[in-house]
Antibody, heavy 118, light 108 residues
Framework: QVQLVQSGAEVKKPGASVKVSCKASGFIFTNYYFHWVRQAPGQGLEWMGIINPTGDRTTYAQKLQGRVTLTRDTSTSTVYMEVTSLRSDDTAIYYC???????????WGQGTLVTVSS | EIVLTQSPGTLSLSPGERATLSCRASQSVSSSYLGWYQQKPGQAPRLLISDASTRATGIPDRFSGSGSGTDFTLTISRLEPEDFAVYYCQQYGSSPYTFGQGTKLEIK
């Protein structure tokens, strides 16, 4: 069955960086795009970016441009999301999600809480 | 950027009743690339409906989606206790892939 398993919770200080992983199984990893979405405490869903199947093309939300990087490793079927220069308003649950053939986000990881606090 | 506005913000209904949730886009959503997601507390969102009206695998037929262009609707025909949650619409026709602000469906 399709599974996306994310790395564990992180606590970071302002100005630091965080890298979250999302390990895929149960499907052909190299056939799919992946998105990242975040959700601040008590808030809605915010799209962050997308990475293509070969990992050589990414698109990011303008708000995060320059601070977020998506990568993927075919050998381990893992997608990564890194955010640099963390601020308190980056505190959120970060989700990876698979893009299905028509574009919807059909499977989601369990989420990773990133807390930014001094 | 396509802005999605959901209404109402909160919907209070009883089990067995019919729920109608609305999602309006600031511009036409190409090819009806509109999805609906359900999120329960402490859980990741779950895809319910894609392409405005196609139920995802395993989703009960009491959930249905309709609409095109700028106006979309999610209908839950008879509410079950497990349906009380937050619902988001999302367009995936053009980047950035925006979400609505959500509708909270609560037990009356």
């Amino acid at each position: 069955q399709v599974q996306l398993v994310q790395s564990g919770a992180e606590v970071k200080k302002p100005g630091a960086s965080v890298k979250v992983s999302c390990k895929a199984s149960g499907f052909i990893f190299t056939n799919y795009y992946f998105h990242w979405v975040r959700q601040a405490p008590g808030q809605g869903l915010e799209w962050m970016g997308i990475i293509n199947p070969t990992g050589d093309r990414t698109t990011y939300a303008q708000k995060l441009q320059g601070r977020v990087t998506l990568t993927r490793d075919t050998s381990t079927s893992t997608v990564y999301m890194e955010v640099t220069s963390l601020r308190s308003d980056d505190t959120a649950i970060y989700y990876c999600a698979r893009r299905d053939v028509r574009g919807s986000f059909d499977f989601w990881g369990q989420g990773t809480l990133v807390t930014v606090s001094s | 950027e396509i802005v999605l506005t959901q209404s109402p913000g909160t919907l209070s209904l009883s089990p067995g009743e019919r729920a109608t949730l609305s999602c309006r886009a600031s511009q036409s959503v190409s090819s009806s690339y509109l999805g609906w997601y359900q999120q329960k507390p402490g859980q990741a969102p779950r895809l319910l409906i894609s392409d405005a009206s196609t139920r995802a695998t395993g989703i009960p037929d009491r959930f249905s989606g309709s609409g095109s262009g700028t106006d979309f609707t999610l209908t839950i025909s008879r509410l079950e206790p497990e349906d009380f949650a937050v619902y988001y619409c999302q367009q995936y026709g053009s980047s950035p892939y925006t979400f609505g602000q959500g509708t909270k469906l609560e037990i009356k």
